[in-house]
């Protein structure tokens, strides 16, 4: 594995698919291509997938259930069998779990994550596919940035500080999407303290919102929620003991005026950019 990159730039990794690209360019040089935004329903996990200017990038791939397989085939047509990158961002098994299938069904540019190892065998099991399929693997830490074109995947933590944590979810993976004006802020699971350390620390306002941690009752402090301030926020949840999404975190989003949409509730949630108007359709 590497070492942390700063400015990880997406232009490098394209070379694995220089030719589609340029071919891409050749046949339909003035073709833009609407921002599409994927909140995978993948039971009690996350999973969320990236559609750029014909990039596709899938952030984590929920547990061990065949539900991110069947949730990336609705989307992409069947003769599509690559992702350019795929983000673990912390290895606990509602977040990596299904990327073991995926991995095996799919060509993967770029496998990114945070560096730490995950303690269940089905992670030695990815590991495993992922170096029989000779996938390269880069290390993500706060400062790095992937760039193609005009969108940019910013990441926020693990900070030096967060990645000592004995709390896997503090060392998740946070991006910031930015492109044509929109930004939609990915938390991975990180908890209320570091939610306020990265509020003081960066500006987080955003358009779209994937909620930290199910919509656990020991994130979304009411602080950083403020700061982010957004339109929409999403929330990938499914059956479970905990009480995920909280009462608490439910009254916390609200009272912020943020429309609040489930995977729960209403499936895959999908939202579309078009540079100047947001349409969100839900199951």
């Known amino acids: 594995m ?3 990159h700063r400015y990880l730039y997406l232009t490098l990794l394209c070379l694995v698919i220089l030719d589609a690209l340029i071919w891409r360019l050749v046949l339909f040089p003035e073709r ?16 969320q997938l990236i559609l750029s200017d014909g990039v596709k990038v899938l952030i984590d791939g929920g547990r061990p259930n065949g539900q991110a397989l069947s949730a990336l085939a ?3 047509p069947a003769t599509d069998r690559y992702l350019d990158l795929v983000v673990m961002t912390h290895p ?9 299938e995926v991995a095996k069904n799919y060509q993967i540019g770029v496998f990114l994550n945070n560096g730490h190892q995950g303690e269940y065998a089905a992670y030695f099991d990815l590991e495993k596919i992922l170096k029989e399929k000779n996938i390269t693997t880069i290390t993500l830490g706060e400062g790095d940035r992937i760039k193609y074109r005009d969108a940019v995947l910013s ?11 004995k709390d896997l979810n503090d060392t998740s993976v946070v991006l ?7 930004k939609a802020l990915y938390t991975g699971d990180i908890g209320a303290k570091t939610e306020q350390e990265l509020a003081k620390k960066y500006d987080l306002d955003a358009h779209i919102l994937k909620v930290s941690h199910h919509g656990s ?5 009411i602080g950083f929620l403020k700061e982010v301030s957004p339109v929409m926020a999403t929330i990938g949840v499914g059956k479970n003991s905990y009480g995920h999404p909280t009462p608490q975190t439910l009254a916390r989003l609200a009272s912020i005026g943020s429309t609040v949409a489930r995977t729960d509730k209403e499936g895959t949630i999908k939202i579309i950019y078009d ?9």
């Open 2 to 4: 590497f070492k942390n």
């Open 32 to 47: 833009h291509e609407d921002l599409e935004l994927y909140f995978l329903d993948v039971g009690q996990g996350d999973s």
């Open 74 to 76: 609705e989307i992409l």
């Open 92 to 100: 606990q098994l509602d977040h990596y779990g299904g990327l073991i």
């Open 155 to 165: 990441v926020l933590n693990p900070s030096p500080r967060t990645l000592k944590s």
């Open 176 to 182: 910031m999407l930015e492109k044509s004006g929109l």
């Open 217 to 221: 009752r020991f994130s979304s402090d």
């Open 275 to 283: 540079g100047m108007r947001l349409d969100v359709y839900r199951n």
